[in-house]
DNA sequence: TCATTCTGTAACACATTCGTAACACAACTA
DNA sequence: TAGTTGTGTTACGAATGTGTTACAGAATGA
């Protein structure tokens, strides 16, 4: 039913040389990927882009990943992301200890393969964040077991075509999508549509939207179009 | 203001091991729970326990899931409990097929939190009153126990079908329902009726409300059609 | 700067969905 | 039985949604 998410992963590691492998990895499985050298900028990111996972290595000089862990898991807000610890041979007690707070650990050395293969099953086994939760942007509003959407309490009056767009960036912000990630998630996979057209369903949203709002709706040349909420200060890349 | 409420669910599995492990997940998330092996000790349970929510899995040997969730919603008393699903991977027409019948469906394997945080969620969007508690609206008043609906005052003439219809819309306001979803819960689950009917009862509804309230009943173009009561500013959260 | 590529915008024609009324039959009542 | 009410189906017009095209304007790179 539902077509396959390109899902965002945070790697915290201090080892420079690890987080790249790891991102090279899973970009070749198709994930977006987010760094934290430390458990500091880690909280940042995960707080302002949101992560679908994390993955968090077990040694860090001063903050230990257990303590990050719990850490995530006392905010409430982000008390629902997904956590992979990575161990290092021999340290049999994190996978115990850290079982307790993460839903995955992994052991140095692991190979690609097996490393995406586990953080597959994680996410598959964790709820797509909200499915029917609302979700709210400066005002605007996603409910979508009322398939609706308010900006100010005022419903805006969409198109299937255009709730179901606004829906997918909502859901899934700070995120690029290409015209034909769109087509294949908006519209449905097998469907034969110029590209063009997303242009103007872009455009008929922002045009409802108005000024206010339209502004999240961000377009990244040469590729396609973002969903940008404020307040986010977008750092990566 | 409400005392806390310890929600009683209801766990309908023919494995105990799956019934013992969600038992002991929903206890340490402070719900009281019941459990039924097959269907036939479910509907009594559910008759005499009158749980706030029931926990159904697809696949059991006699009855399946999804008739044990028809003949749930067929009685009158027990038609209002939330229903949540559990289905194994790759079931996925049980996703589709049982949506229309229950409010929600889990995928096994899952994470404890990952059910309690569902659960919560359908708790919130179904239950905020006792199903025998009247409602009102701008005037119109829902009296289940008397299977009365009067507007300012006077009682409005309703048909059977009229009259379910617009009780389910007042005791789940702010949701959209398709047409199917209209069909098995105002209807009944085994019929085979044209979908269009449902827009025919819908005019008939309207224009017994009158101007006043008949515009409570938005259509959700694409969709079906959802009841919002005027001054909802929905603040939750 | 110019040339080129990409995006914004409006207008149009076609497709889909929805509202409405009318009708036939079923269910119920007296 | 005859009359009344309830219900499902159908048909058609109106309203709305959607994809395409054309052109203007903006961004990019040499």
Redesign the pocket.
């Known amino acids: 039913m539902e077509p396959p998410v390109l899902r965002r992963v945070l790697i915290v590691d201090d080892e420079s040389s690890i987080r790249d492998m790891l991102a090279m990895a899973l970009e070749m499985a198709g994930f977006e990927v987010v760094h934290a050298g430390d458990a500091q900028t880690a909280l940042q990111e995960i707080a302002s882009l949101q992560p679908d996972l994390a993955i968090i290595d077990w040694m860090m000089p001063k903050t230990s990943g257990l303590e990050l862990c719990r850490r995530i898991r006392k905010n409430p807000d982000t008390a629902e992301i997904p956590l992979v610890l990575l161990t290092a041979r021999g340290e049999e007690d994190a996978k115990i200890t850290g079982l307790e707070v993460a839903d995955d650990y992994i052991t140095k050395p692991f190979s690609p393969r097996e490393l995406v293969a586990r953080l597959k099953a994680v996410l598959r086994r964790t709820t797509p964040r909200g499915i029917d939760e609302p979700v709210e942007y400066d005002g605007l509003r996603l409910d979508p077991v009322g398939q609706k959407i308010t900006a100010r309490g005022r419903s805006l009056?969409?198109?299937?075509?255009?709730?179901?767009l606004l829906q997918l960036f909502m859901t899934q912000p700070n995120r690029a999508f290409t015209?034909s990630q769109l087509l294949d998630r908006v519209?449905g996979g097998d469907?034969?549509?110029?590209?063009?057209?997303v242009?103007?369903?872009?455009?008929?949203l922002?045009?409802i939207l108005g000024e206010n709002h339209?502004e999240m709706?961000q377009?990244?040349?040469?590729?396609?179009?973002r969903f940008d909420p404020p307040n986010t200060a977008s750092t990566n890349r």
């Open positions: 009056l969409l198109s299937p075509t255009e709730f179901r015209r519209w469907v034969y549509i110029d590209d063009r057209t242009d103007v369903h872009i455009r008929r922002r045009k339209s709706i377009t990244v040349r040469g590729t396609g179009y």
